[in-house]
């Protein structure tokens, strides 16, 4: 990676947000964790000063999203006779040729199933399977590739903690700590264990700009709970949460900590030693990659104790009519032939999205949603939930009282994709009273031009509903 | 915008979506029911007073988008007063009708004001929203359930 982009990162976490800290200096550049309390800052002198410099030169980087746009072929399509603006990228991200093409080399030159073959095209799918647990392993800083777990995505990865570690490790009248703005893929899985064994779910409740509340978490956190499974960016609000500051709290009393990174990995810089979380769980095609392939990251000593997942080929190590055992991790928890086309394609996002260099998608990102909501503010009667000093690019709102399903269908006619809806975090909506949200959310390849249309059409849909 | 879409947000929908027809609750009740959209939180309660074999009245109230909000205030005002077997065959008829299963060409007479939700038919992910009122109102009528009723069957 060039070392402009490493520059950016450390910019990132002064310029942006003030509030972030935690610098290590590695390889000769700065790497980011992120971190959200005023309180715990703190820079010293030298640090300061080539903080201040890159800074100077973040102000300089020029991120010109027409030069990726163009590796798209999903964007350049016309939707009821306009150009396609898409903003939906919280459910999923758009694919490059990168990606797409090495899906279908994969079919048409290597195909083969993995670890078992002796030939040729078994070696060759061997080695590319694994070629990209190691890019996925590099790219959160995991300290060996035998952490990475593939999965089917977010909503899978979690559901082996809960199964293959939650079933083994918590049991009657312990407790697990949760946050009120959780999408269903890190509640419902808890619900079905702490039912199963009898254990209790408690909340951190979320404030009205949707920041979480910490005095309420000092408070439920106890010697009972077992483990505090969290969001790291919300899906509904943008809020990014103060990751560092939440494990160290767990860590001061042993507790293990689960993120849910299907929002934040795709558009933060991200490392798992130091955010020093024992889980992660993220989603291939919120960021560039195909759907149906997630990884599970997790600690060494956590895998090694775990149960298995699912039984079946791959995961044993010796089959006997009545008995097995074990394979090595990560196979101990990847029965079954693997998604091995996403596994490798999902590579191939990594590569992409590391030649353009994560903090300079993290700086264009929150340009980007700076000036959207700006933009957006411009309307009296729209409504923005959540207003989190550190949020990334993610805008739930409601228009007047258009409601989120009408106006998306306005939208869409325009040529304009957002969502609509609970977003799968029904308890968020319920709390604030309300059915639905229109939900836009930007990836690199968006443009402040799609933005300013955005809200022409806005103001559009107001003068149709409400004449 | 394509002139379907302007087709199906015809003035008199965004009228009955302002400013809906017999919202509210019936204290006398016969029928009470909720009707929900569990995949976009459209929910209502429809109220009815049933008195023999004809709803003499009907309320409902909730929230939702402007298709199953003007399709709850039409067919209020649509089956008021008329028998459960007129009624259930009404409800055959809409859901062909926004399904494009039949075309509303030759049953302009019958559906009269119901014949505004025909567009809904070019947006297959909107019909949902038009027949939740109606799903809710028959279930209430032949009390299939004292539960909630959801578009997901």
Redesign the interface.
């Known amino acids: 990676m060039a070392s402009e982009h490493d520059v950016g990162s450390g910019a990132f976490a002064v310029g942006i947000y003030l509030t972030f800290s935690e610098f290590s200096f590695k390889n000769e550049s700065i790497s980011v964790a992120f971190q959200a309390n005023p309180t715990e800052l703190c820079i010293c002198n030298k640090e300061r000063i080539i903080v201040e410099a890159i800074k100077e030169i973040a102000k300089s980087i020029d991120f010109d999203p027409y030069r990726y746009r163009k590796d798209f072929p999903v964007l350049e399509q016309m939707i009821?006779g306009m150009p396609l603006v898409y903003l939906d990228n919280a459910a999923t991200t758009q694919k490059p040729n990168a990606v797409i093409n090495t899906i279908v080399n994969y079919y048409k030159r290597d195909n083969a199933n993995v670890h078992r073959a002796i030939h040729q095209l078994g070696e060759r799918a061997t080695l590319a399977f694994e070629e990209a647990r190691k890019k996925i392993a590099a790219f959160i800083n995991a300290p060996s590739s035998r952490q990475i777990i593939f999965t089917r995505g977010t909503t899978e990865s979690i559901n082996l903690v809960a199964s293959a570690w939650g079933e083994k490790f918590i049991s009657e009248g312990d407790e697990i700590i949760l946050t009120e703005m959780e999408h269903h893929s890190n509640l419902v899985p808890w619900q079905l264990l702490a039912k199963k064994v009898g254990a209790k779910l408690k909340f951190i409740p979320f404030t009205e700009s949707g920041v979480l509340d910490f005095e309420v978490f000092e408070r439920i956190l106890s010697n009972r709970t077992r483990l505090v499974a969290i969001t790291s960016m919300s899906n509904v609000f943008g809020t990014i949460n103060p990751i560092k500051r939440i494990t160290r709290m767990a860590k001061d009393r042993g507790i293990p900590v689960l993120l849910d990174g299907a929002q934040s990995v795709p558009h933060l810089p991200t490392d798992v030693q130091i955010l020093d979380c024992d889980f992660l769980a993220f989603s291939g095609h919120k960021m560039l990659g195909p759907t149906g392939i997630g990884v599970l990251y997790a600690k060494i000593n956590y895998l090694e104790n775990m149960r298995p997942y699912q039984g079946g080929g791959e995961m044993i190590q010796s089959v006997w009519l009545e008995r097995s055992t074990w394979n090595e991790i990560p196979h101990k928890f990847e029965a079954g032939t693997p998604n091995i086309a996403g596994a490798i394609a999902f590579g191939a996002a990594i590569d992409y999205l590391n030649r353009i260099g994560m903090s300079q998608i993290t700086l264009y990102e929150q340009e980007l949603t700076t000036y959207a909501l700006n933009r957006m503010s411009e309307i009296d009667e729209i409504v923005i939930y959540g207003n989190a000093p550190e949020r990334g690019g993610v805008i739930s709102f409601n228009l007047g009282d258009?409601?989120?399903?009408?106006l998306s269908?306005?939208l869409d006619?325009?040529g304009i994709a957002v969502r609509?809806?609970?977003h799968c975090a029904?308890p968020i909506?319920r709390k604030l009273d309300i059915?639905?949200t229109t939900r836009a959310s930007f990836y690199f390849y968006n443009t402040k031009e799609e933005i300013d249309y955005l809200v022409d059409k806005l103001k559009e849909a107001l003068k149709?509903?409400?004449p | 915008?394509?002139s379907e879409?302007r087709e199906l947000?015809q003035e008199i929908i965004?009228d009955h979506n302002?400013s809906p027809k017999n919202y509210g609750s019936l204290k006398d009740a016969t029928h009470r029911l909720e009707g929900q959209n569990p995949?976009?939180?459209?929910?209502y309660v429809i109220y009815l007073k049933v008195e023999g074999d004809v709803v003499k009245d009907i309320r409902f109230e909730g929230?939702?988008?402007?298709?199953s909000?003007s399709s709850a205030s039409v067919m209020s005002e649509f089956v008021k007063g008329k028998k459960i077997s007129e009624i259930d065959k009404y409800f055959e008829l809409f859901k062909k009708i926004v399904r494009g299963e039949l075309d509303p060409a030759e049953y302009m007479d019958k559906l009269g004001k119901l014949a505004v939700f025909a567009g809904v038919s070019e947006?297959p992910i909107?019909v949902k929203?038009a027949t939740l009122p109606w799903h809710t109102l028959h279930s209430a009528i032949h009390s299939k359930t004292k539960e909630k009723v959801t578009t997901e069957e």
């Open positions: 009821h258009i409601h989120p399903h009408d269908h306005f006619q325009q609509a809806g609970h029904q909506m059915a639905a149709f509903f409400s | 915008m394509d879409f947000y965004l302002r995949l976009c939180g459209d929910h929230k939702g988008c402007a298709i909000k947006f909107r929203c």
